[in-house]
């Protein structure tokens, strides 16, 4: 019997979940979910920490975030054109040193050619790219990328860093670190 990933392009609530595993549901990728359902579901808060090694029955991979938060559009239609194919998921997550986030592995068929196009069209960072910070203080926020200086730079936690310089969508100018970004697809 194949195993099932639900797809939820916005938010899913604690009902929904207990029905998918009650249907043999392996995996549910969701924009977003409330805290207090994980910790209805779980029994307890749920670490900030370290996740995905609870003993629930399936994995829950939120692109978003906790709140009542949707899918981006791009990833939602990206997930959507896989229906059907066979596909892996990786929930465990650590936001702390040694930083692991969840994976959603999707195996293709193609040539050679064809991926070296693929990655030759895809983002990069260059001054003018639209970013996602995906840490605090600005979590969330779109910035545009102003400078990129290629020396390192010492951070907070005295770790020696690539980082960029930004300016939020309110005129704020950022210095972060080029991990605590993702690119943003025009």
Sequence with gaps: MPRKII??????????IENARKHGVKAIITG????????????YDIGVAIT????????????????KITMAEKTFQLLKQFDGKRASVHGHTQIRAGVIRPEIIIPL??????LVAKEASLP???????????RQPHFGRIAKVTALPEELTKVESETL??????????GIKIRIPRANVEVIES
Aim: charged residues 30%.
């Design 109 to 114: 068929d193609f040539d050679e050619s064809e």
């Design 32 to 43: 977003g979910i409330d805290d207090q359902d994980i910790k209805k579901l779980l029994g």
């Design 161 to 170: 860093v690539r980082i960029l310089e930004a300016e939020l969508d309110d």
């Design 7 to 16: 797809i939820a392009g916005s938010f899913i609530r604690y009902h929904v």
């Design 124 to 134: 990069f960072l260059e001054i003018g790219t639209l970013v996602r910070v995906i």
């Design 52 to 67: 995905g090694h609870e003993k629930i029955g399936l994995s829950i991979i939120c692109t978003e975030g906790f709140g």
